[in-house]
């Protein structure tokens, strides 16, 4: 892979879970309005990451799988935190 496509792929990744920490922090203030904006955009951010993820994955042999588990786990925490949102 071609150095400039790797470090593209993996801005792609860091833009992702940098939105990640944003929709974190806007639920750790209370915006509820702003929380649920943010939210509706988490398949798209869970997409992107996937996508670059994926690629760089199989473009060479760098165990990458602890990103992964980590960028899952904290979409799955912002799941969670969204049912809390809704129900207050």
């Not at 996937?50 to 799941?79: H, V, Y």
């Amino acid at each position: 892979m071609e150095p400039t496509h790797s470090a593209q792929l993996n801005k792609q990744r860091s833009a992702a879970s940098g939105m990640l920490s944003n929709i974190h922090n806007i639920i750790g203030i209370g915006e509820k309005s702003e929380s649920l904006v943010r939210f509706n955009k988490l398949p798209d951010i869970f997409n992107n990451y996937d996508i670059a993820q994926s690629e760089l994955e199989i473009s060479d042999d760098t165990d990458r799988t602890g990103c992964r588990e980590l960028f899952e786990n904290s979409t799955a925490n912002l799941k969670l935190c969204s049912v809390n949102i809704y129900i207050l």
